[in-house]
Nanobody
Framework: QEQLVESGGGLVQPGGSLRLTCAASGRDFSTYIIDWFRQGPGKEREFVAG????????DYGESAKGRFTISRDNAKNTVYLQMDSLKPEDTAVYYC????????????WGQGTQVTVSS
């Protein structure tokens, strides 16, 4: 079964950085759009960033613009989310999800990785 597995979360101080990884199993990884979402305590799920299959286009939610960078390495079936200048309000469980350009819904989600920003 094809899977997405997130890693790289942890505890970081405000102003610090983390790099999250979304590793995919299965075939045809480069045909999938990969998006990152997050859900903080008591909050709704929020779009963070997305990247097309070739990596040629990226998109960011308002909270991520200027601080987060999404990238991918299709040879490694991996998408990265570099998060800089972290704030306490970035505390959340971060999930990656995939869909093809033809799909309106995601067909696979990871289990999530916890990011906590606190002094």
């Amino acid at each position: 079964q094809e899977q997405l597995v997130e890693s790289g979360g942890g505890l970081v101080q405000p102003g610090g950085s983390l790099r999250l990884t979304c590793a995919a199993s299965g075939r045809d990884f480069s045909t999938y759009i990969i998006d990152w979402f997050r859900q903080g305590p008591g909050k709704e799920r929020e779009f963070v960033a997305g990247i097309t299959g070739t990596g040629g286009r990226t998109d960011y939610g308002e909270s991520a613009k200027g601080r987060f960078t999404i990238s991918r390495d299709n040879a490694k079936n991996t998408v990265y989310l570099q998060m800089d200048s972290l704030k306490p309000e970035d505390t959340a469980v971060y999930y990656c999800a995939r869909r093809t350009i033809k799909q309106s819904e995601y067909d696979s989600w990871g289990q999530g990785t916890q990011v906590t920003v606190s002094s």
